[in-house]
């Protein structure tokens, strides 16, 4: 069965610290994988996307990894500030039989607390 | 250029009852995708259309269908409403089919069924 977790599933840091977040999928034959960003109430906004033959992404303080032999991605989140507070998906697009991609499972998500 | 809107963002039905949720891609994208988050099983994939084609679906009963019309609009309905049918439902667009591109959401769709 394909699935996606997160770990962990809250975290709460001061402002300015270095962070790590863990998405993991049981299944390496992935089409892509999505990092988003979800304020209360609100929809999804993409942060990152990480093709299959890709290692890693950058976005401004935001990097992606990805190691899908491990079934690992990871966003790192450089020197974090009180309006990265949010929670993070991330959101796993399995290879398909019948087309290029299948089903895209999305994890439970970190809730993330960043304290001025 | 304008994002994914969705109406009605707020909507409150009763058991029995049917319910039609609307999505207006970004202008140029042809894909729009649907899904479903609740607290307990999170967000969930329902279907995904592209050239007013299903291409995708996900796990969900007979119940939940859609549709997209030519200008890439889509809409997607469910029947005979349940409790467990709340949720925010969230559709997100892009110019390929999802597995290919970043995707973006609306803001949702709140259903609460009493």
């Known amino acids: 069965k394909q699935e996606v977790t997160q770990i962990p599933a809250a975290l709460s840091v001061p402002e300015g610290e270095n962070l790590v977040l863990n998405c993991s999928f049981t299944d390496s034959a992935i089409y892509n994988l999505q990092w988003f960003r979800q304020d209360p109430g609100k929809g999804l906004t993409s942060l990152l996307l990480i093709q299959s033959s890709q290692r890693e992404q950058t976005s401004g303080r935001l990097n992606a990894s990805l190691d899908k032999s491990s079934g690992r991605s990871t966003l790192y989140i450089a020197a974090s500030q009180p309006g990265d507070s949010a929670t993070y998906l991330c959101?796993?697009?399995?290879?398909?039989?019948?087309?290029?991609?299948?089903?895209?499972?999305f994890g439970p998500g970190t809730s993330l607390s960043v304290i001025p | 250029k304008a994002g994914v809107t969705q109406t009605p963002r707020y909507l409150i039905k009763t058991r029995g009852q049917q319910v039609t949720l609307s999505c207006s891609p970004i202008s140029g994208h042809r894909s729009v995708s649907w899904y479903q988050q609740t607290p307990g099983q999170g967000l969930q994939f329902l279907f995904e259309?592209?050239?007013?084609?299903?291409?995708n679906k996900g796990n969900f009963p007979g119940r939940f269908s859609g549709r997209q019309f030519s200008n890439s609009r889509s809409e997607m309905n469910v029947s005979t409403l349940e409790l467990g049918d709340s949720a925010l439902y969230l559709c997100a667009s892009s110019f390929y089919p999802g597995g290919a591109e970043t995707q973006y959401f609306g803001p949702g769709t709140r259903l609460l069924v009493l």
């Open positions: 959101a796993v697009i399995f290879e398909g039989v019948k087309t290029s991609y299948d089903k895209v499972i």
């Open positions: 259309y592209f050239s007013e084609t299903q291409r």
